[in-house]
């Protein structure tokens, strides 16, 4: 029978002490590939046809998505990702208010989640003791687990007359800055950005508390024993450390507000301009592609919206990579010391 | 020099809790010897305000008891080994000395630690302005990889407030100097301190811990880590800085001990797993002709 | 003595006063920051607390049989529910579910045993691309390669291009947790002559079962609360309607609707509906969690 030339083939790479969790299977020896039977070749293949989907669905969306952007990308140029105007009628397209809308928002929800996101990763990882951690960790990560559209209808009933308050307040104390101009509408920029904010917060705090706690402890004693205070130990050695998953966490969380659609576009106010304020209604790309979806009536209405979903495929991805690099680095860092 | 010294501060007036033993009954068993003895053969402080007392010190992790009524005196600028076999407390005891213990979540602490006649155990000490005064080294070298060697060097100084740049400059070389790594290293102060090798690392830190001036250094098995060649070095260095801070080393290794310090105190785990004090005295003392049965068996290698 | 130059009036008298304290500014310091990450983690675990709250009492008011039930009143006039909504979505994501986890697992399956390493390390590339992209341009895919090509908009449409959105992610789990099986394991079976595709699937994948189960759930979730897609590929519909090949309703299309309209009672609908969403949701992230817990994870 086969197996007996199989056995001593396969039993070679266990001799010796191995650790119980060895992670990851090896690759099989090529000879058994020969003599393996019909079953498992056809189990084989079926698993690598699985695979390969994958593969095919990520370039065959790519590629769609090229070639039916493609007919807006030619008519325009440059000009579509640098033009402020978006008019079915004339048929003139540009989508510079969206992806600035898009970027904007994106940027001011960051600059809300990571302070906080941070904070609340030292303090589950640090500072709080274990049966407080745990349940308070397990609340800030459903926060992840909710539809978007919840959050949006949140969002549109809740936040919103709150922002609406916040925004008044500020426009008759430092009304004369540009950021802080305007009617306070409450739906806008700074609503959505609120709403991303909260959305993002669970990636940056849970990535944030996983790289906190594989810090050394070895590391924080060492500047403790050099008389620092906890929070001086934290802030100079503890984050420094790692400062790359850190930073990976805020790039993956960039990445998913920038995508973010439904809650964005249900009180964002889908205006197509380009406003310094912050209260403004503004759109983002995600946000227009959703909302005139519906009303593309042309080929080329179409298609430029074909095209503003690749601009923010090209933002998304980039911003993926760099993070996705960002934690490489970090794990390759961790491991080797 | 003084040879009177240290006695004076066990007997403090002043904020210091009065100790309940006499120093002659400090220890059970046979004690080595009554430190009187002590001081006329091995070199004293110039002045006994960097000695340090222990006083009936108990130390648990949690439920588990690691240490049970330690007393013992740790003379000003000297080296004080603490050797037995692993698991008998001594690094739970040395960082008792800068209050470290107490970072490790359900760490405890009771008893005393008097330094310059006042306890270190009492509420309005701050353990992090303890910690400025007694700089600890360990087991494993740990530089902060994202510094560099200057940065490194100055870490702790940087946390006192406003240092001039040209003293921060001369705080540095000083501090490498005296570490011994100032040659090996003066060409590249802004290069990372990982870069270095195992024994340059940790004299980086021995670097670091002197950097803030303190009056005791506790170095924690501070060559566990190390090539026979750094070892040696760090030896050396122990030896140099002596005239200038307490040393409290914990070692395993028993010819470091007789080799680098004054006085030897070896621990044991008695039953119930609790670390204990044996025997205490002149190191050359603990090593020729020690008092109790179970030090001569450890230092002849009997077992441990 | 060099070394006496800068420790000047540290030694002896000073120590007294330097144990007391340490700079008034850093220790004002250090509890305010550690105080400001412990508000921090406050607001974070009270935004969920916050929106919890709300949805569970907008949602239990407005709840009522007849939301399950019903079809939508005409436009403006009081009462009606959203049965085909309800009906819809869970057309959709069973049939999302029915392709992509199966695909998803068998891929995993490739990953953890079977794959060599440059297409191995190209399939998780793609992968960790797709997880990363914005569900709304999967929802152009799915309008592209099938809403155009074949008949229309429909359920099949939004259960397809779900399902390209659950596949990667379910691969991606399947295999992490077909990695923590320990390789003795698949070698003592090899050894005793079972086959190599009868070692996974009745020895590797019943150990990893926890986490099998866990990944597919969390993947169902995802794609339940999945709104964006939807607009490109079933469009919705007012009407009851069973058949797939035909344009559907869904839960959060139809929440994304009834928000934005002016009408009071269908944005209480739409809160009734995204209670029983976010309990959907809540109890499948709830129970994976708690299973993973309690189940022995080495």
């Not at chain 2, 409290?248 to 006085?263: E, F, G, K, L, P």
């Not at chain 3, 004002?28 to 916050?50: E, Q, Y």
């Not at chain 3, 947790?177 to 996974?200: C, D, I, K, M, S």
Request: proline share 6%; aromatic share 6%.
């Amino acid at each position: 029978m086969q197996t007996e030339i199989r056995r001593p083939v396969v039993l070679e790479p266990s001799v010796g002490s191995t650790p119980l969790v060895r992670t990851g299977a090896e690759p099989p020896p090529r000879s058994r590939r020969a003599m393996t039977a019909g079953p498992d070749r056809i189990f084989e293949i079926v698993v690598l046809s699985a695979s390969l989907l994958i593969s095919v669905l990520a370039i065959l969306l790519l590629a769609t998505i090229v070639e039916r952007g493609s007919e807006a990308l030619a008519q325009f140029g440059l000009g579509f990702v640098t033009g402020t105007t978006w008019n079915p009628v004339t048929k003139e397209f540009g989508v510079l208010p969206a992806i600035y809308g898009t970027v904007v928002t994106a940027v001011l929800a960051l600059i809300l989640a990571v302070p906080i996101g941070i904070g609340a990763a030292i303090f589950l990882a640090e500072l709080a003791p274990r049966w407080l951690a745990q349940p308070v960790s397990f609340l800030i990560e459903m926060l992840a687990a909710i539809p978007s559209v919840i959050i949006g209808l949140w969002g549109l009933f809740v936040v919103v007359p709150v922002v609406r308050q916040v925004e008044s307040f500020l426009g008759h104390n430092v009304g004369f800055l540009p950021i802080f101009s305007g009617p306070a509408f409450g739906i806008g920029v700074l609503s959505a950005s609120v709403l991303l904010a909260i959305m993002v917060l669970p990636i940056i705090t849970a990535i944030t508390r996983d790289v906190i706690r594989v810090v050394p402890m070895s590391q924080r004693e060492a500047m403790l024993a050099l008389g620092a205070t906890q929070w001086e130990t934290i802030a100079r050695v503890v984050l420094p450390y790692g400062r790359n998953g850190i930073v990976g966490a805020v790039i993956l969380a960039l990445g998913r507000a920038l995508g973010e659609t439904l809650a964005v576009s249900m009180i964002i106010g889908n205006t197509f301009k380009i406003s310094p304020s912050i209260f403004s209604p503004a759109t983002t790309l995600a946000s227009l592609i959703a909302t005139q979806f519906r009303e593309a009536d042309s080929a080329i209405y179409l298609s430029a919206l074909m095209a503003a979903a690749l601009v923010l495929f090209g933002i998304t991805v980039i911003v993926n990579i760099m993070a996705r690099l960002l934690t490489w680095r970090l794990s390759a860092f961790s491991s080797g010391s | 020099m003084n040879a009177v010294n240290h006695l004076a501060t066990s007997t403090l007036p002043g904020d210091a809790a009065p100790t309940p033993n006499s120093p002659n009954q400090r220890l059970e068993g046979p004690v080595a010897m009554p430190t009187a003895t002590s001081s006329s053969v091995v070199p004293e402080s110039d002045d006994g305000s960097a000695g340090m007392e222990i006083r009936k010190l108990s130390a648990w992790y949690g439920p588990r008891q690691a240490l049970r009524d330690i007393t013992l005196d740790v003379p000003g600028h000297q080296v004080m080994a603490i050797i037995g076999p692993s698991g008998c407390g001594k690094s739970t005891l040395i960082r008792c000395l800068n209050r470290m213990h107490e970072v490790t979540h359900g760490a405890t602490v009771r008893g005393e630690v008097i330094l310059d006649g006042r306890n270190m155990y009492d509420p309005s000490v701050d353990p992090v302005a303890l910690r400025r005064i007694v700089g600890m080294v360990f087991q494993r070298p740990n530089p902060f990889p994202t510094m560099s060697i200057y940065d490194n060097v100055v870490a702790g100084l940087r946390l006192g407030g406003k240092v001039g740049r040209g003293s921060m400059d001369e705080i540095v070389e000083r501090s490498l100097r005296r570490a011994a790594l100032w040659d090996e290293v003066r060409d590249k102060l802004k290069e990372g301190g990982a870069s270095l090798s195992g024994g340059q690392q940790q004299r980086l830190c021995i670097a670091r811990a002197l950097a803030v001036e303190p009056e005791a250094l506790l170095m924690d098995e501070p060559c566990s880590a190390l090539d026979p060649i750094a070892t040696l070095r760090i030896e050396e260095l122990i030896r140099m800085l002596r005239d200038e801070v307490t040393i409290v080393i914990v070692t395993h290794n028993m010819q470091q001990a007789a080799r680098v310090s004054d006085r030897t105190a070896f621990m044991l785990a008695g039953e119930e797993r609790i670390g204990e004090l044996i025997e205490v005295g002149v190191t050359k003392e603990i090593f020729t002709n020690p008092h109790d049965e179970r030090t001569e068996d450890y230092i002849t290698g009997r077992f441990g | 003595m060099a070394t006496q130059t800068i420790s000047l009036g540290k030694r002896a008298s000073s120590i007294e006063r330097e144990l007391s304290s340490i700079d008034r500014r850093r220790r004002i310091m250090d509890l305010t920051m550690r105080g400001l990450c412990s508000l921090a983690a406050l607001l974070g675990a009270g935004a969920l607390f916050l929106l919890v709250i709300h949805v569970v009492v907008n949602g239990v008011a407005a709840l009522s049989i007849p939301l399950f039930t019903e079809m939508p009143a005409p436009i403006g006039t009081p009462g009606g529910g959203m049965a085909h909504a309800f009906v819809g979505s869970i057309i959709i994501v069973g049939l999302a579910c029915l392709w992509g986890i199966p695909a998803g697992l068998l891929a995993g399956i490739y990953l953890a045993d079977y794959q060599t390493p440059r297409l191995g390390g190209f399939v998780r590339f793609t992968a960790d691309v797709l997880t990363g992209i914005p569900s709304i341009v999967f929802g152009i895919f799915g309008y592209i390669l099938v809403v155009t090509r074949f008949g229309g908009f429909s359920g099949l449409a939004a259960a397809f291009t779900l399902g390209v959105i659950t596949l990667p992610i379910v691969a991606r789990t399947t295999e992490e947790t077909l990695r923590l099986v320990p390789h003795e394991l698949r070698e003592a079976a090899l050894a005793l002559g079972v086959r190599r595709w009868r070692v996974v699937l009745s020895i590797v994948l019943p150990t990893a079962r926890a986490g099998l189960i866990t990944g597919a759930m969390l993947a169902l979730a995802r794609a339940a609360g999945e709104t964006a897609p939807l607009i490109f590929t079933t469009l919705g519909n007012n009407f009851w309607n069973v058949d797939p090949t035909r344009p559907m309703a869904a839960v959060t299309l139809t929440i994304f609707q009834y928000a934005i309209w002016p009408y009071k009672n269908l944005h209480e609908q739409a809160w009734a509906a995204s209670l029983i969403l976010l309990l959907v949701v809540l109890l499948i992230n709830l129970t994976v969690r708690l299973a993973a817990r309690s189940a022995p994870s080495r």
